[in-house]
């Protein structure tokens, strides 16, 4: 863990339904407790979010059904047990009911200097570089996560779960 340096993440979907469609409901049922479980995880520093309290009602593109989140972490290994180690886990299983597959990459992390909340473009940005050059230190996955600025280390598979691997 690096004190100087926090992990950002993003990651974007197209629903199969527009909100209020009762295909994508159970989702939108289960935000609050998730986002209130983030919150409430170690090492969460911060969260995108609209006057809702979350991040679904921010239209970046003009696809009303395509959404994003983004979240700031103390680092990798928070975020990995945040997604893949708490009750966020059986919500993200289901993910193939709620959203249509995504051409190319889907989640980036990247690292970002403690006290700093990057903005939408920054995430979308990342996605971009990572769907295009693969990998790096610049936009990574939990498959190749690369240390943060100033360690030299090699890039590290956190092995996630297969099914979820942060690319279509």
């Known amino acids: 863990m690096s004190e100087e340096w926090h992990v950002a993440q993003i990651n ?4 199969v339904a527009p909100r209020g469609d009762e295909r994508v409901q159970p989702f939108f049922d289960a935000l609050d407790r998730i ?3 983030a919150d409430a995880s170690p090492g969460f520093v911060w969260r995108l979010q609209d006057e809702g309290g979350n991040a679904t009602g921010i239209q ?17 290994e928070a975020l990995f047990d945040f ?6 886990t059986p919500v993200m299983a289901r993910r193939r009911e709620y959203f249509d597959r995504f051409e190319g990459a889907y989640q980036a992390l ?3 200097p403690a006290g700093t ?5 920054d995430g979308l940005s990342r996605l971009w570089y990572l769907d295009r050059y693969g990998p790096s ?3 990574f996955t939990f498959k190749s996560r690369h240390p943060a600025p100033g360690l030299q280390m090699p890039p590290v598979d956190m092995q996630p779960d297969p099914w979820c691997l942060g690319s279509a």
């Open 137 to 139: 230190p610049h936009a």
């Open 117 to 121: 909340v990057p903005t939408v473009n």
């Open 60 to 76: 970046v593109t003009p696809d009303p059904r395509f959404i994003l989140n983004m979240s700031v972490w103390v680092d990798a």
């Open 110 to 112: 990247w690292w970002i």
């Open 12 to 15: 974007v979907g197209r629903l």
């Open 35 to 37: 986002n209130a479980l």
């Open 83 to 88: 997604v893949y180690r708490s009750a966020h």
